[in-house]
């Protein structure tokens, strides 16, 4: 089973920023993989938020997070990244990376890190 693991989540009040990790060491085509971050509010259904390509050059954006949320990866590192600004109390939620474009593929398929919490509130 694919092994990712999130972190960088936290509090932050209205308007701050954070940058959230997953470490995908354990995916040893992490290269040739699609990656995605998807999120889940308290009592809502998981969201898709981003993916990127496998080499970086192509990034993708749900229209609520677009303009605010950047992602990218370094694939030395077996690392996915997805930097968060200007960050609004709807943007509360557990933070998952995963793998392939979950914009085709459902959202709770496996391949999904434990996740990594991020809560906006003043």
């Known amino acids: 089973e694919v092994q990712l693991v999130e972190s960088g989540g936290g509090l932050v009040q209205p308007g701050g920023s954070l940058r959230l990790s997953c470490d995908a060491s354990g995916l040893k085509a992490f290269r040739l993989t699609f990656m995605s971050w998807v999120r889940q509010a308290p009592g809502k259904e998981l969201e898709w938020v981003s993916g990127?390509?496998?080499?970086?050059?192509?990034?993708y954006y749900s229209d609520s997070v677009k303009g605010r949320f950047t992602i990218s990866r370094d694939n030395a590192k077996n690392t996915v990244y997805l930097q968060l600004n200007s960050l609004k109390p709807e943007d509360t939620a557990m933070y998952y990376c995963?793998?392939?474009?979950?914009?085709?593929?459902?959202?709770?398929?496996?391949?999904r890190g434990q996740g990594t919490q991020v809560t906006v509130s003043s």
């Open positions: 990127i390509s496998t080499r970086g050059d192509a990034t």
């Open positions: 995963a793998t392939g474009d979950r914009r085709y593929v459902p959202l709770g398929s496996p391949g």
